[in-house]
C-alpha cells in the first residue's frame, strides 16, 4: 500500500515538473505596482498635554514649557492662579508631547484614525498618561482631526536606587481610534476626466505592460503610458460608474519588469542587502584586517627608606600590532550571488569586510548591480 501511494506521488510530481512550463506566470495587480494620483494619505501634527503620570513627567526646571502650557490651559478653562502659585508651580505628573498622525484618503468627519504620541521634554515615561484634547493641523495649518484618550506604551521600565532596567521605550505610544477627523480632504479622484496611475517604481517596460492590458480588457485607447511613472486612463464621469471602474482595473494582473540587479549597504548598521540578479566578472580577491592594540599598565618605583627618593608612577605602554592572513578568492565569470555569499561566509567575512569588498568590485568592474550606499 505504501509502495502505491510513493509511485502516485512521484507521478503526480512528474506531471507537474512537465506541466510547468505550460502554467502562466504569476501576475501582480496594478494595485500593488501603483497607485491613483491624488488618492493619498496626509500628514497631521499637533502640540499636546500628557497628565496622570507617576512622577514620570517633565522637570518644570529644565523643561519650562510644560508648565507654560499647562497655564495657557488654565486660563483657557477659566482658572487664574496667582503669580506668585503659578511662578513655584513644578508638576511632575505632566509632560509635554508631539502628536502626529496620517489622514486616510476619503476620510470623513465622524472616523476615528489612530495617533502616535512622543515626549519633547526629559519625562522619562509615558506609561498610563492621558493625553489631552489636542487639535491635529495639516501643512495648510488647518485643523482635520482632534484627539485624546489613553496612552499605551508598549515598553516597560523598573529602576530602583541607582539600578534600572527598561525594554523597548517608554517615551512614545499610541491612542488606537484617539484622533475623530474633523474636516476631510478634497481629493482630485472626484472631479470628471481622465485618472493618472503612478507607478511605485519606474519602469518603461511596467508602464507599457499596465497600459496595455487596461487597453485589451476595456477597449483600446483607455490607457496611454506617458513615461516611465505615469499611465493615463480615460475614466467614466459619473462616480458611482468611476469608482467600480477604477476597482476593476485595480485587479488586473500585469507581469512587471524584472527589477534591475541592486545591492544595497547600510554602512552606519553594517547591513548588507543583495538582489537575485547579482552577478560577477572573473575576479580575485583578498582581504586581510589590521589590527593593533596599545596596552598601557602603571608600575610603581618605591625607593629605599631611608634614602632621598620619592615614590613615583612609570607606565609601562605595549604595542602590538597583527595583520591577519588574506584569503585570496577567485571567482568565475557569471558567478551567482549564492556562490559568492557562500565563498564570503567560508572565509569569515563581516558586514564591515563585505561592504569594502563590494565596492571594490564595483569599482574593479567586476560587480554587474548597482551599488546604492545609504
Do not use: W
Not at 60 to 82: C, D, E, H, K, Y
Amino acid at each position: 500500500m505504501a509502495f502505491l501511494k510513493r509511485a502516485a506521488l512521484k507521478q503526480a510530481l512528474l506531471l507537474l515538473a512537465l506541466l510547468a512550463p505550460l502554467l502562466p506566470a504569476r501576475a501582480d495587480a496594478i494595485r500593488d505596482l501603483a497607485h491613483v494620483e491624488g488618492v493619498r494619505h496626509n500628514q497631521l501634527v499637533g502640540y499636546g498635554l500628557v497628565v496622570g503620570l507617576s512622577g514620570t513627567g517633565d522637570q518644570a526646571t529644565q523643561v519650562p514649557f510644560t508648565t507654560q502650557s499647562l497655564l495657557n490651559m488654565f486660563q483657557r478653562l477659566g482658572i487664574n492662579l496667582p503669580a506668585s502659585i503659578a511662578s513655584n508651580l513644578q508638576p511632575k505628573d505632566l509632560a509635554a508631547v508631539m502628536v502626529t498622525a496620517e489622514l486616510p484618503a476619503f476620510a470623513q468627519p465622524g472616523q476615528t484614525i489612530n495617533v502616535t504620541v512622543s515626549a519633547v521634554g526629559n519625562a522619562s515615561s509615558l506609561a498610563g498618561g492621558t493625553l489631552l484634547m489636542t487639535p491635529l493641523k495639516g501643512a495648510d495649518g488647518q485643523t482635520y482631526a482632534v484627539a485624546q484618550g489613553s496612552i499605551v506604551v508598549s515598553g516597560f521600565g523598573a529602576s530602583s536606587g541607582s539600578s534600572s532596567t527598561q525594554t523597548n521605550f517608554l517615551t512614545a505610544g499610541t491612542v488606537a481610534n484617539g484622533a475623530t477627523v474633523e474636516r476631510g480632504v478634497a481629493s482630485s479622484f472626484d472631479h470628471p476626466g481622465d485618472l493618472s496611475l503612478t507607478l511605485d517604481t519606474a519602469s518603461f517596460a511596467t508602464a507599457a505592460r499596465i497600459a496595455q492590458r487596461i487597453n485589451q480588457q476595456f477597449g483600446a485607447g483607455t490607457a496611454v503610458p506617458l513615461n516611465a511613472g505615469v499611465v493615463r486612463v480615460k475614466a467614466p464621469a459619473d462616480p458611482g460608474a468611476r469608482t467600480a471602474f477604477v476597482g476593476d482595473v485595480l485587479d488586473l494582473g500585469v507581469d512587471p519588469q524584472t527589477p534591475p540587479a541592486k545591492v544595497v549597504i547600510d554602512a552606519r548598521s553594517g547591513t548588507v542587502v543583495l538582489g537575485q540578479n547579482v552577478t560577477l566578472s572573473s575576479c580575485a580577491v583578498a582581504h586581510g584586517n589590521l589590527s593593533v592594540t596599545i596596552d598601557t599598565k602603571y608600575e610603581t618605583s618605591q625607593p629605599n627608606p631611608l634614602g632621598a627618593g620619592q615614590t613615583v608612577v612609570t607606565p609601562s605602554t605595549k604595542v602590538k600590532a597583527k595583520q591577519d592572513q588574506a584569503d585570496l578568492l577567485m571567482f568565475k565569470p557569471g558567478v551567482t550571488l549564492e556562490a559568492v555569499v557562500r565563498a564570503l561566509n567560508a572565509v569569515g567575512a563581516t558586514p564591515n569586510d563585505l561592504i569594502a569588498i563590494l565596492q571594490a568590485m564595483k569599482q574593479a568592474g567586476a560587480l554587474h548591480a548597482q551599488l546604492d550606499v545609504i
